[in-house]
T-cell receptor
Framework: GQNIDQPTEMTATEGAIVQINCTYQTSGFNGLFWYQQHAGEAPTFLSYNVLDGLEEKGRFSSFLSRSKGYSYLLLKELQMKDSASYLCAVRDDRDDKIIFGKGTRLHILP | ETGVTQSPTHLIKTRGQQVTLRCSSQSGHNTVSWYQQALGQGPQFIFQYYREEENGRGNFPPRFSGLQFPNYSSELNVNALELDDSALYLC????????????FGPGTRLTVT
């Protein structure tokens, strides 16, 4: 089976750091994506991990542990515009299908 | 701007009708994927087309069908609409490489009454 779990909602303060976790159980694995989706808009690509470790891109970093079926997205120096849903998605290596989690709604407080 | 366009933006249909949604992929992209996103949920994979052939399908019934054209634009057709088909339908294009990021279109909001 295929299952991706992430928290439904999180709240953090402007300027702070927040970590959004994602665990997955999939039949096949060929990479994990993080997307950002503002309300009423299309998802936009943030990061891709296929090997274990940390990928850093500006204020955003993404970590992957394949043996644990675990990833996190780290957002630093939070800004109000970071209020959005963050989607974790896994690519299945059997058919290249990308499976999305339900998303984590992040609320940023001033 | 991602370059992926979808039409129409919004659509209202009644139960039992048929609908066709359209997507123009970003220039240079030969792979198109379609997703259904219900309110408060993540996108659910419907199917993917690569060079005019379906090469992956999610858990959707056969009344969901698609096409990809030589210019790599794509259509999603849904027959015998049901109330639960009400959702945002997203199209995403990519160049087909592993890890290649998908560029999403703005989506079509379908309401079935």
């Amino acid at each position: 089976g295929q299952n991706i779990d992430q928290p439904t909602e999180m709240t953090a303060t402007e300027g702070a750091i927040v970590q959004i976790n994602c665990t997955y159980q999939t039949s096949g694995f060929n990479g994990l994506f993080w997307y950002q989706q503002h309300a009423g808009e299309a998802p936009t690509f943030l990061s891709y991990n296929v090997l274990d470790g940390l990928e850093e891109k500006g204020r955003f970093s993404s970590f992957l542990s394949r043996s644990k079926g675990y990833s996190y997205l780290l957002l630093k120096e939070l800004q109000m515009k970071d209020s959005a849903s963050y989607l974790c998605a896994v690519r299945d290596d059997r058919d290249d299908k990308i499976i999305f989690g339900k998303g984590t709604r992040l609320h940023i407080l001033p | 701007e991602t370059g992926v366009t979808q039409s129409p933006t919004h659509l209202i249909k009644t139960r039992g009708q048929q609908v066709t949604l359209r997507c123009s992929s970003q220039s240079g992209h030969n792979t198109v994927s379609w997703y259904q996103q219900a309110l408060g949920q993540g996108p659910q994979f419907i199917f993917q087309y690569y060079r005019e052939e379906e090469n992956g399908r999610g858990n959707f019934p056969p009344r969901f069908s698609g096409l990809q054209f030589p210019n790599y634009s794509s259509e999603l057709n849904v027959n015998a609409l049901e109330l639960d088909d009400s959702a945002l339908y997203l199209c995403a294009s990519s160049s087909g490489g592993l890890g290649d990021e998908q560029y999403f279109g703005p989506g079509t909001r379908l309401t079935v009454t």
